[in-house]
């Protein structure tokens, strides 16, 4: 088992361009990495992961897009350049170069067990990219190259997280070395898990079928406060204890967005509209969005005006990136002796 200790306290993080922001990914993701960033302390590097977005196919000129729209969406949340590094993933070769130590590195059963592979792939798994299948080593590839030691993800993001730590100690193990950190994976506070609006059983993602499903970063307040209006529930009002949530996963997920925005705990929030009707509870939940969102798209369609910013904080994030990546790299060839690096 590797000592955390020995490594410099750092967090890494990153978000796919593959679709614009959700509320899931602000809240579950980008909110926290704020939080991380402020704290002070970890090192803190946030990452556009844009190569991880073409596992399954992207319109080129929307792909470009959204990675600037991705980086607008971290910035207008808080994350400050001079206090993060803040970059896209093609930037930085020594991601994929990594990758490609680590494809050799992980099994193909382990890879056999991800459910986001089965999920993403669906029914049709043979015609799935051989990069969306191999898309976890990357990932692994992505944290451990800064030998991060804390990894700020959604619920969802766990599975990958646990198998970094598979493919750092295969590594440690088969190279003799205490070389990669087991990295931690982060999953906290009331919205780890922000369900689709139309099917509180599935997570909401940038890339589902329908805009309705999803609460986006750019929306506007009509049309978070439709989305909320329209979202499924239950008949039933609000319980009364947290208890009464079990069973009712439309109802608890609007309760965790609550809690979520209001940096409030499920529980005060049922004590807060405990009984309270949807009649009630969706408006109140509207508006807080709107307040809390709206600063931020508002923020966001400011800086996509301007992307030749965008791109300049990008290129001087990658270039702090390739710092601490490139001696990590050059040690990892050494270790399992590739020449000339
Ligand atoms: P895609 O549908 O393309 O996979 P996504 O919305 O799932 O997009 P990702 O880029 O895969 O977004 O994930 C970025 C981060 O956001 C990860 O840490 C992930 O766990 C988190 N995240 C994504 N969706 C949610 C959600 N519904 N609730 C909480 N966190 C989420
Ligand atoms: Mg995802």
């Not at 599975?159 to 100690?169: C, P």
């Not at 529980?267 to 600063?295: C, H, N, S, T």
Request: contains cysteine.
């Amino acid at each position: 088992m590797s000592d955390l200790s020995k490594f410099t306290p750092r967090v890494f993080s990153g978000i796919k361009p593959s679709g614009g922001l959700t509320l899931g990914n602000y809240l579950g993701a980008i909110k926290r990495f704020v939080d991380w960033q402020e704290a002070g302390s970890h090192e803190t590097i946030y990452c556009v992961v844009d190569m991880h977005a073409i596992t399954v196919w992207q319109d080129p000129a929307e792909l470009h897009a959204a990675t600037r729209e991705v980086a607008a969406g971290f910035l207008a949340s808080g994350i400050d350049p001079t206090k993060s590094i803040l970059f896209n993933q093609s930037q930085v070769s020594a991601h994929t170069e990594l990758a490609w130590i680590f494809n050799c590195v992980a099994r193909v059963g382990w890879m056999n067990r991800m459910t986001q592979f089965k999920d993403k792939a669906g029914t049709n798994a043979e015609k799935a990219s051989l990069g969306l299948y191999a898309y976890p080593a990357l990932m692994a590839a992505d944290i451990l190259i800064y030998h991060a030691t804390h990894v700020p993800v959604g619920e969802d993001q766990k599975q990958h997280v646990e198998l970094t730590r598979d493919i750092a100690q295969k590594f440690n193990h088969d190279y003799k070395v205490d070389f990669f950190p087991e990295t931690a994976p982060v999953i906290e506070g009331p919205a780890t898990r922000v369900m689709n609006l139309r099917d509180g059983t599935k997570k909401m993602s940038k890339s589902g079928e329908s805009d309705m499903e999803r609460i986006n970063m750019t929306d506007d307040a009509a049309t978070i406060a439709k989305k909320f209006k329209k979202a499924k529930t239950d008949p039933e009002p609000l319980p009364e204890t947290l208890e009464g949530l079990a069973g009712r996963p439309e109802a608890k997920n609007l309760v965790d967005i609550y809690a979520g925005l209001s940096g409030q705990t499920d529980e005060q929030v049922i004590a807060e509209y405990a009984g309270a009707g949807w009649g009630r509870f969706k408006p109140a939940l509207a508006d807080l969005a709107v307040e809390k969102m709206a600063p931020i798209s508002e923020e966001m369609s400011r800086l996509m005006a301007d992307p030749a910013e965008i791109d300049r904080i990008l290129a001087h994030g990658a270039e702090q990136a390739r710092e601490i990546a490139e001696p990590i790299l050059s040690e990892a060839f050494r270790i399992v002796g590739l020449v000339g690096r």
